[in-house]
Nanobody, 127 residues
Framework: QVQLVESGGGLVQAGGSLRLSCAAS????????MAWFRQAPGNEREFVAA????????YYAVSVQGRFTISRDNAKNTVFLQMNSLKPEDTAVYYC????????????????????WGQGTQVTVSS
């Protein structure tokens, strides 16, 4: 059974940093696309960042470009999201997502491209 478990969320002041982790079990995703999404209250789940395969190209939402970095540790089967210069508008539940295989460029920002999801971790940025 595949499981994705996020950790690292919390409360931080604007301008601060957090590092989210997503530990995968049940299979490896080194050859697959993994991503982070987020969902604020009343909003739809939105794309944050993706890495098409381990060590492959990375992509970011415009709103987080230059502030967030996605990376992986294959030995630990874990994907990370380093978040710097956090803003109150980054407040949301953050979800790790994975899929079997590599997403096309057209698909990688879409929720329905991913078949595996974590339970989410809350990130709250105070002003």
């Amino acid at each position: 059974q595949v499981q994705l478990v996020e950790s690292g969320g919390g409360l931080v002041q604007a301008g601060g940093s957090l590092r989210l982790s997503c530990a995968a079990s049940g299979r490896t995703f080194s050859g697959s696309t993994m991503a982070w999404f987020r969902q604020a209250p009343g909003n739809e789940r939105e794309f944050v960042a993706a890495e098409r395969w381990s060590g492959g190209s990375t992509y970011y939402a415009v709103s987080v470009q230059g502030r967030f970095t996605i990376s992986r540790d294959n030995a630990k089967n874990t994907v990370f999201l380093q978040m710097n210069s956090l803003k109150p508008e980054d407040t949301a539940v953050y979800y790790c997502a994975a899929r079997s295989g590599i997403a096309t460029m057209e698909m990688l920002a879409r929720v329905n491209a991913y078949g595996y999801w974590g339970q989410g971790t809350q990130v709250t940025v105070s002003s």
